[in-house]
T-cell receptor
Framework: DAGITQSPRHKVTETGTPVTLRCHQT?????MYWYRQDPGHGLRLIHY???????DKGEVSDGYSVSRSKTEDFLLTLESATSSQTSVYFC???????????FGPGTRLTVL | GENVEQHPSTLSVQEGDSAVIKCTYS??????FPWYKQELGKRPQLIID?????GEKKDQRIAVTLNKTAKHFSLHITETQPEDSAVYFC??????????FGTGTSLTVIP
């Protein structure tokens, strides 16, 4: 597996609390992505980054923000978690010679 | 933006038979088409990909074909085995910035 880690791997939180998920890579890839995966919806892009401090929105960005202050770290923040944000969150990286995309192990988030 | 549709959503085959999953895309500028396999509780894993300058690519029992004119690409798995059971996702991208995914095909190989 490409050098991608996510933390935490599991989290249970309550509605209205802020939550931050971390993605860390050791591949020095340019692009980093946050997806959420829900039954029947496949993988939906939340936000992505194309460099340090360069980020853009994906198709389901409402309620989420991101930051990338270092090449290796991409943070996803839920400002005020809602039950609809219960999901599995995958980080991904891309940018090698062939620009292939590789996924992290995922974070299972439950918002009660 | 790009729109990727994937069919079928579920597929059952007997062990040893072939499986075919099809995807269509809308943006003629898309030029890279990866396929991912996701086992239950695991991350999606890249299994094969194809670029727009190639019509077919094969890797042992799996192959991918691309028809740029019709804007569709397909995954072919021959001599299926129980360990091929998983969810398969297709994707398309034209810049490498954003990858657009199909909604997945759940493949079951019956021993």
């Amino acid at each position: 597996d490409a050098g991608i880690t996510q933390s935490p791997r599991h989290k249970v939180t309550e509605t209205g609390t802020p939550v931050t998920l971390r993605c860390h890579q050791t591949e020095n890839h340019r692009y980093m992505y946050w997806y959420r995966q829900d039954p029947g919806h496949g993988l939906r892009l939340i936000h992505y980054s194309y460099g340090v401090k360069d980020t853009d929105k994906g198709e389901v960005s409402d309620g989420y923000s991101v930051s990338r202050s270092k090449t290796e770290d991409f943070l996803l923040t839920l400002e005020s978690a809602t039950s609809s944000q219960t999901s599995v969150y995958f980080c991904a990286i891309a940018g090698g010679f062939n620009n292939e995309q590789f996924f992290g192990p995922g974070t299972r988030l439950t918002v009660l | 933006g790009e729109n990727v549709e994937q069919h079928p959503s579920t597929l059952s085959v007997q062990e040893g038979d072939s499986a075919v999953i099809k995807c269509t895309y809308s943006d003629s500028a898309s030029n890279y088409f990866p396929w991912y396999k996701q086992e239950l509780g695991k991350r999606p894993q890249l299994i094969i990909d194809i670029r727009s300058n190639v019509g077919e690519k094969k890797d042992q029992r799996i192959a991918v074909t691309l028809n740029k004119t019709a804007k569709h690409f397909s995954l072919h798995i021959t001599e299926t085995q129980p360990e091929d059971s998983a969810v398969y996702f297709c994707a398309a991208t034209n810049t490498g910035n954003q990858f657009y995914f199909g909604t997945g095909t759940s493949l079951t190989v019956i021993p």
